[in-house]
């Protein structure tokens, strides 16, 4: 069983859902419309928690500064790993300045 308690400064990866007709170039599982003008895919966001809230959602913070309330229930919600951290080092260094900001 997955261990889903989490506490602010934990750096989190969300998997976003998105749907354009442009993918970026960090999307992932990327699958076309039936009529192929739109595509679905995935991205990984990188997440700071703020503040675990009384009714138990998380407060989570994206790189650029806006807050998410997200239940740590969330299958698209885990941990940022050690692969994560070593992988995209660039995108959690600008979490760790904004955890230096906040504190």
Do not use: C
């Amino acid at each position: 069983m997955l261990d889903r308690s989490f506490k602010p400064g934990d750096k989190v990866v969300y998997r976003k859902h998105k749907h354009t007709t442009h993918p970026g170039r960090r999307a992932k599982e990327v699958q076309p419309s039936a009529k192929g003008d739109y595509y679905a895919y995935v991205v990984d966001k990188f997440w700071l928690v703020r503040q675990v809230l009384d009714n138990g959602r998380l407060l989570l913070e994206t790189r650029r500064g806006k807050m998410h309330e997200i239940n740590p229930r969330d299958p698209n919600l885990r941990r940022a790993t050690l692969w994560d951290r070593i992988r995209h080092s660039t995108r959690l260094a600008e979490l760790e300045q904004l955890q230096d900001q906040g504190t």
